[in-house]
């Protein structure tokens, strides 16, 4: 990233064309730059009509200007939004027009929000919340994402690292000035006890991961059985409409097929999977080698057995499988507990398909029991996390080593929670977390 003294600008509202478009400047110039455009500019934070002009003066727009002095704004910095009509070219000549003073130019991917790090708006996980919530398909994810942008998860962890301060302060007091009068002797006793209750809370957020990435990344739920055990329809039949190609053929599916779902709320990866079976066709044996793959990277197998059918039952591997009799309107009876299957349908009259959604809601949410949404989802909180909770037993059970020892422990403890937020040691971070963005956010 180039240095913040520039004055940067980019659209920031969706694709275009649209019916409004919103070109948002951030530095020390956006306030001069615009004016120089609109004249002069509106009360702070209050939006008036401006003719906006090109800068030999000819018009562009008629459009809303607001501004928002720093420290007030999003980014910390002076702030201008431009709403102009969402017309492709005329963002195009504003956007130009804004290029063509010394000391602008067009910002790069997630440097509105940077800054808004930079200039302490904003920590690394609200920032990593931000982009969750920009790209939240369900309700699920928009909740979760919304937990971590107000900062009620940054809460929880500067609340850790304050208590771990505060136990490191008392061991300190002890080392430092255990000559003192008024330093009762072995005061760091007290603070063992918070130790305790703080790795246990660590494993109770660890524990909760799981849960966290489901909701933000998805529920993966592999369909996987014979060929020709109904698993194409059934995958057209639960999106609604014909997503992968179904014949009376064995073997018509040789990769994987995916597609999304929201459950309620929840995001849903759906898959179709080659046939289970013996075969010497080498197109199809590496569709069954994926598929395989797939069935045992799965948070849940749907296991389809053809009731019509006489064929022995294909093992799988995963624990986590809900057995499915299909075809069920080819029976003249309902053999599903003779099968010894989970539920029975058909895709061809429709009857099973509410319970069997209903039945995926069920076992997502047993899956996902959390009494907050304040919870992880990213694998980088997870690693620092899981190594401040290491740091702190150290600290704990090595009673047989000096206090001095055991203090550094809790200090090394403590500055992983400070990484989480992005206190100490973030420039590495940085270029990964701000990529996820797009220019003009």
Same mark, same amino acid.
């Given at each position: 990233?180039?240095?913040?003294?520039?004055?940067?600008?980019?659209?920031?509202?969706?694709?275009?064309?649209?019916?409004?478009?919103?070109?948002?400047?951030?530095?020390?110039?956006?306030?001069?730059?615009?004016?120089?455009?609109?004249?002069?500019?509106?009360?702070?934070?209050?939006?008036?009509?401006?003719?906006?002009?090109?800068?030999?003066?000819?018009?562009?727009?008629?459009?809303?200007?607001?501004?928002?002095?720093?420290?007030?704004?999003?980014?910390?910095?002076?702030?201008?939004?431009?709403?102009?009509?969402?017309?492709?070219?005329?963002?195009?000549?504003?956007?130009?027009?804004?290029?063509?003073?010394?000391?602008?130019?067009?910002?790069?991917?997630?440097?509105?929000?940077?800054?808004?790090?930079?200039?302490?708006?904003?920590?690394?996980?609200?920032?990593?919340?931000?982009?969750?919530?920009?790209?939240?398909?369900?309700?699920?994810?928009?909740?979760?994402?919304?937990?971590?942008?107000?900062?009620?998860?940054?809460?929880?962890?500067?609340?850790?690292?304050?208590?771990?301060?505060?136990?490191?302060?008392?061991?300190?007091?002890?080392?430092?000035?255990?000559?003192?009068?008024?330093?009762?002797?072995?005061?760091?006793?007290?603070?063992?006890?918070?130790?305790?209750?703080?790795?246990?809370?660590?494993?109770?957020?660890?524990?909760?991961?799981?849960?966290?990435?489901?909701?933000?990344?998805?529920?993966?739920?592999?369909?996987?059985?014979?060929?020709?055990?109904?698993?194409?329809?059934?995958?057209?039949?639960?999106?609604?409409?014909?997503?992968?190609?179904?014949?009376?053929?064995?073997?018509?599916?040789?990769?994987? &097929?995916?597609?999304?779902?929201? =459950? @309620?709320?929840? %995001?849903? #990866? +759906?898959? $179709?999977?080659?046939? *289970?079976?013996?075969?010497?066709?080498?197109?199809?044996?590496?569709?069954?080698?994926?598929?395989?793959?797939?069935?045992?990277?799965?948070?849940?197998?749907?296991?389809?057995?053809?009731?019509?059918?006489?064929?022995?039952?294909?093992?799988?591997?995963?624990?986590?499988?809900?057995?499915?009799?299909?075809?069920?309107?080819?029976?003249?009876?309902?053999?599903?507990?003779?099968?010894?299957?989970?539920?029975?349908?058909?895709?061809?009259?429709?009857?099973?398909?509410?319970?069997?959604?209903?039945?995926?809601?069920?076992?997502?949410?047993?899956?996902?029991?959390?009494?907050?949404?304040?919870?992880?989802?990213? &694998?980088?909180?997870?690693?620092? =996390? @899981?190594?401040? %909770?290491? #740091? +702190?037993? $150290?600290?704990?059970? *090595?009673?047989?080593?000096?206090?001095?020892?055991?203090?550094?422990?809790?200090?090394?403890?403590?500055?992983?929670?400070?990484?989480?937020?992005?206190?100490?040691?973030?420039?590495?971070?940085?270029?990964?977390?701000?990529?996820?963005?797009?220019?003009?956010?």
């Amino acid at each position: 990233m180039t240095a913040s003294r520039d004055t940067i600008f980019a659209l920031a509202s969706g694709g275009l064309p649209a019916g409004v478009a919103v070109v948002r400047l951030s530095g020390p110039l956006a306030c001069p730059v615009a004016a120089s455009m609109v004249g002069a500019l509106p009360v702070p934070r209050t939006a008036a009509l401006r003719t906006i002009r090109d800068t030999d003066g000819s018009m562009l727009d008629q459009g809303l200007v607001i501004v928002f002095p720093g420290p007030n704004s999003f980014t910390g910095e002076d702030c201008v939004e431009l709403h102009l009509h969402g017309g492709p070219a005329l963002v195009a000549a504003t956007l130009k027009s804004l290029a063509g003073f010394s000391g602008c130019r067009l910002a790069e991917a997630g440097e509105f929000s940077r800054r808004a790090f930079e200039n302490g708006k904003m920590d690394l996980v609200e920032i990593e919340g931000l982009a969750d919530l920009l790209a939240a398909e369900t309700e699920m994810q928009r909740r979760l994402a919304t937990e971590q942008s107000n900062g009620h998860l940054s809460s929880i962890y500067e609340g850790w690292r304050e208590r771990l301060v505060f136990c490191r302060a008392m061991i300190e007091a002890e080392l430092d000035f255990s000559d003192e009068g008024d330093i009762p002797g072995a005061v760091s006793d007290q603070v063992w006890s918070e130790i305790e209750t703080l790795i246990r809370e660590l494993d109770q957020v660890l524990g909760q991961l799981k849960s966290g990435e489901i909701i933000r990344d998805g529920f993966k739920v592999v369909i996987a059985g014979r060929p020709n055990s109904g698993k194409s329809s059934l995958l057209n039949a639960l999106v609604s409409r014909d997503v992968a190609i179904v014949t009376h053929f064995a073997g018509t599916t040789r990769d994987i &097929l995916h597609c999304e779902l929201d =459950l @309620s709320g929840y %995001k849903v #990866h +759906l898959y $179709d999977t080659a046939g *289970l079976r013996e075969t010497d066709e080498p197109v199809e044996r590496e569709g069954i080698r994926r598929a395989l793959l797939s069935i045992d990277d799965a948070d849940l197998v749907l296991h389809l057995v053809d009731l019509s059918a006489n064929e022995a039952i294909v093992e799988i591997s995963n624990p986590h499988v809900l057995k499915i009799g299909t075809k069920n309107d080819l029976l003249q009876i309902d053999s599903g507990t003779i099968r010894s299957v989970d539920l029975v349908l058909s895709t061809e009259t429709g009857s099973g398909l509410v319970e069997l959604r209903s039945r995926l809601l069920t076992e997502l949410q047993d899956r996902v029991q959390v009494n907050s949404l304040a919870i992880p989802s990213r &694998l980088r909180h997870a690693q620092l =996390l @899981s190594s401040a %909770k290491l #740091h +702190l037993m $150290d600290a704990l059970n *090595l009673t047989a080593h000096p206090l001095e020892i055991r203090a550094e422990s809790l200090r090394l403890g403590s500055d992983d929670l400070a990484r989480v937020t992005g206190r100490i040691d973030t420039e590495t971070l940085l270029g990964k977390i701000f990529s996820e963005f797009c220019v003009g956010k």
